[in-house]
């Protein structure tokens, strides 16, 4: 089946530094992928629509000068969280679907959970 | 989006067929229903989908209403590993594609 890797799995930065996640589809295209944002006992909360060369989708309330989102290639979409702050601590998750695939659904990453102090 | 309904929890004991319903009487013609788990700390995971029949493979079954408006995702033999969040989510084929996630019912299993 369709994989999804997401790099790193956990990451501690400072107060004002950037971070940067990696979400690969590995043994796909993936022209769209989807970042997921999750507080603790929350459910996924849909960021932004990465698309393959052009611009981001950003749902309505997320910041996209803060949540930069880059979808050089068909294989890899980045999400960089600048100027972190406390509040930014959360569940991240990026997920892509399979097209060639038609009997399976979205498939996610694993994760990262980054925790600003 | 359709909206859906799901119970907030459930329990069921091990080895024990577990039937996880949700509501989604808004949903349109073309709309895919789509479940998922998220086990804790874990990014989800592909369940099942269907359109209108219903479906079964590895890991469940589904059962769709004749009218749509609900289905039933049915875990033949729940075991300690499916304890775990699950959510329907309907999606419209050719549209934006989206997978908005509801609240989900947590499924707890008892040995």
């Known amino acids: 089946g369709a994989v999804v890797s997401q790099h790193p799995s956990w990451v501690i930065c400072k107060s004002g530094t950037s971070v940067k996640i990696e979400c690969r589809s590995l043994?796909?295209?993936?022209?769209?992928m989807f970042w997921y944002r999750q507080f603790p006992k929350q459910s996924l909360m849909l960021m932004a629509t990465?698309?393959?060369?052009?611009?981001?989708?950003?749902e309505q309330g997320v910041e996209k000068d803060k949540f930069l989102i880059n979808h050089a290639s068909l294989t890899l979409s980045t999400l960089t969280v600048t100027s972190a702050h406390p509040e930014d601590s959360s569940f991240y998750i990026c997920?892509?679907?399979?097209?060639?695939?038609?009997?399976?659904?979205?498939?996610f990453g694993s994760g990262t959970r980054l925790t600003v102090v | 989006d359709a909206k859906t309904t799901q119970p907030n929890s459930m329990e069921s004991n091990e080895e024990e067929p577990v039937h996880l319903p949700c509501n989604h009487s808004?949903?349109?013609?073309?709309?895919?229903i789509h479940w998922y788990r998220q086990l804790p700390s874990q990014g989800p995971e592909y369940v099942i989908h269907?359109?209108?029949s219903n479906v079964n493979n590895r890991m469940a079954s589904l059962a769709i209403a004749e009218d749509r408006k609900s289905s039933t995702l049915i875990l033949h033999r729940a075991t300690l590993r499916d304890a775990a969040v699950y959510y329907c989510?309907?999606?419209?084929?050719?549209?934006?594609?989206?997978?908005?996630f509801g609240k989900g019912t947590k499924l707890t299993v008892n040995p």
């Open positions: 043994d796909f295209q993936a022209t769209t």
């Open positions: 808004t949903i349109s013609g073309t709309d895919y």
């Open positions: 997920s892509a679907r399979d097209w060639q695939a038609f009997n399976y659904g979205y498939t």
């Open positions: 269907g359109l209108t």
């Open positions: 990465s698309n393959e060369g052009s611009k981001a989708t950003y």
């Open positions: 989510i309907p999606i419209t084929q050719g549209g934006s594609e989206k997978l908005v």
